[in-house]
């Protein structure tokens, strides 16, 4: 399956990303999102998958504000 994931910084003015992933994102897992880490903060199904695809809307927060 491929999960399509809209990425969300929480308190950064730009409109995020999306990527396609192999595995879904979980939270309190760390990505890198350009040159900053960000750790999932929350994962939401968009619509339920159809075929070979999910759709994902992950919210993060920079991993120097979530300690």
Do not use: W
């Amino acid at each position: 399956m491929i999960y399509k994931v809209s990425y969300v910084v929480v308190g950064k003015p730009h409109m995020g990303t999306i990527v396609n992933l192999d595995a879904p994102p979980r939270v309190g897992d760390q990505v890198q999102l350009g040159d900053e880490l960000c750790e999932v903060a929350e994962v939401v199904d968009l619509i339920p998958p159809s075929e070979d695809f999910a759709y994902l809307h992950v919210t993060c927060r920079l991993v120097q504000e979530a300690a």
